[in-house]
């Protein structure tokens, strides 16, 4: 069936046009439309990021990765806000890192959850870690993130 004829029938063209809005209304948005495969893989990279010495010491990073309402609740037990967390992060000791058992799942079509397990290797103390990304402006930003002190292995 050719395209033009798709297009003389009711039934088809409401489809077409369904699919329009759809994708008109996304873009409008800014809504990224990676699949969700893809949009796991690019928020562990960002995860992965964070835990980076480099960037953790580096404002301008920190800039770019926490929204502007960004909030923590650390592992200590403190409330921090971004821009405590960046007058703080950049005089940390470096401590290496390790990611495991990293999920997302998709709130809605513009914010994201992560959770994992993180390995602190200078004390080998395990924590639950959960973020909430937001997508703004073509851009993923961490608005909230948790860490909770486990006993888990």
Do not use: C
Request: proline share 3%; aromatic share 12%.
């Amino acid at each position: 069936m050719e395209y033009t004829t798709l297009l003389r029938s009711p039934k088809h063209a409401l489809w077409y046009y369904f699919l329009y809005v759809m994708v008109y209304i996304s873009r409008e948005k800014g809504m990224n439309l990676m699949n969700q495969t893809e949009l796991k893989e690019h928020l562990y990279k960002l995860e992965e990021k964070l835990l980076q010495p480099g960037v953790r010491k580096s404002i301008e990073e920190l800039d770019n990765l926490l929204a502007d309402e960004f909030m923590e609740y650390g592992s200590s037990g403190q409330i921090f806000y971004k821009k405590i967390t960046m007058n703080r992060l950049p005089y940390e000791t470096t401590i290496k890192m390790t990611m495991m058992d990293f999920e997302m799942k998709l709130l809605a079509s513009n914010v994201a959850l992560t959770t994992f397990k993180l390995l602190k290797h200078n004390n080998m103390k395990y924590s639950l870690r959960s973020s909430i990304w937001k997508l703004k402006e073509e851009k993923w930003q961490m608005i909230f993130h948790q860490g909770t002190p486990t006993t888990l292995s």
